[in-house]
């Protein structure tokens, strides 16, 4: 049986890892390659790493990073982040990327997930969305989160599916920094809307948080930032947990 | 002297992890872009990246001379598309396939597509040697039907599927053992010593 995924999220910037709170305040927590080994070491099942700078020297020392990481690195690799076009993705995975998530530009130019998924297969294409709610629904952002758009988040997730995506790495804008837990109706939503995997993110604080998502939605994987990096867990101590807890992990 | 393993480049998708596994497992990885050069080899790997139709017009030339190679014991592990390019054809593509296992390519019939993550491979096989912990790392949306004797590994997600096929000293993983940590690189140490040992 599958087991559920534990994802550690390195938020980088000029080559370096930090964790937005409510994608502000930025703090420091060091060298990617490093740290996806350690977590690696530690049982993660993934590695994401999140470009959150905005030059064009910044993107290319991020390909420099993500070869240095693929080097070492033996879990698969997403990167996000910028992603612009399909030579964008290209890059990307020719660095050593294993997939790549896509966020603003598909909302642009939503047959770049088409094209994308023609060209390098659908189980390379993340479409990341970020959601904040608005009534009884949940509303689309780009730019990382500044700007809303008219899109309904669970629609658009049905129409990255139908276009292309493998999976959706999905993003509550409400919860992201909180650390209050992930987002579950939302999350809920969206995994019972699509079948391609979703990947739960923003709002983790505990483990507990983690054994939440999995038990009431479902999700696939779940992603986590700074639980991990200020050291508050292992990635072994939530699988740990959470074997203990009927979800199935590795 | 260590193994020299020819690791086949289709032009597409990055050889970094499995070529950097097999070197961390003991093999010399030779990365070959015209597939004629196959021909000499001593062990071949044929990547997971790419997909099915651009894989074979890279390899049809020589489809019948790498099935003599095979046929003749040149170990050979073909990792997800490069395993599925093992068969006669595929669901995803028009070209006909290497044949060199029986049976075709078919679209993964479960909730959830792409099967995406880890999943545990039950059988038996000397490749599994001192691994206690099977789960490995998959990524599809397609599998291969072929005939039970070929079958050495399988795998559950809604339906059960072959995940793991030999015949002679050819196999094909539908998992990426270069994507698996320490299980998969296990997987690939025991494979560079079963390619040793028939050198």
Known sequence: MLARRIIPCLDVKDGKVVKGIKFQNLRDVGHPPDLAQEYEKQGADEVTFLDISASLEARKT??????????????????????????????????????VSVNSAAVFDPDLINQCAEDFGRQCVVVAIDAKRTGDNWTVYTHGGTRPTELDAVQWAQEMQDRGAGEILLTSMDADGTKDGYDIELTAAVADAVS?????????????????????????????????HYQQHTVQEVKD?????????? | MSLKVSLADYGVGNLHSIRKALELCGADVHVVEDMRQLLDASCIVFPGVGAFDRTMDRLLP?????????????????????????????????????????????????????????????????????????????????????????????????????????????????????KSSRSGLAFLRNFVRFAEAQQ
């Open chain 1, 241 to 250: 947990y959470l074997r203990d807890h009927g979800i199935l992990v590795r």
């Open chain 2, 62 to 178: 020589v489809r019948d001379d790498i099935c003599r190679l095979l046929q003749g014991g040149v170990p050979c592990l073909g990792i997800c598309i490069g395993m599925q390019i093992l068969t006669e054809g595929s669901a995803e593509g028009m070209e006909p396939g290497l044949g060199f296992f029986p049976g075709r390519v078919v679209p993964m019939r479960a909730a959830c597509v792409p099967h995406m993550g880890w999943n545990e491979v039950i059988g038996k096989d000397e490749l599994f040697q001192d691994i206690d912990n099977r789960y490995f790392y998959f990524a599809h949306s397609f599998h291969a039907e072929t005939t039970t004797e070929n079958v050495v590994g399988s795998t559950q997600y809604d339906i059960t599927f072959p995940s793991l096929l030999r015949r002679g000293n050819t196999y094909g993983s539908q998992f990426h053992p270069e």
């Open chain 1, 62 to 99: 991020m390909l420099k990073i993500v070869e240095e990481t693929a080097e070492k690195l033996f879990v698969p690799l997403t990167v996000g982040g910028g992603i612009r076009s399909k030579g964008d993705m290209r890059d990307a995975l020719n660095a050593g990327a294993d997939k």
């Open chain 1, 196 to 228: 391609v995997p979703v990947i739960a993110s923003g709002g983790c604080g505990s483990i507990e948080h983690i054994h939440e998502v999995f038990r009431s939605t479902g999700a696939s994987a779940a992603l986590a930032a700074s639980i991990f």
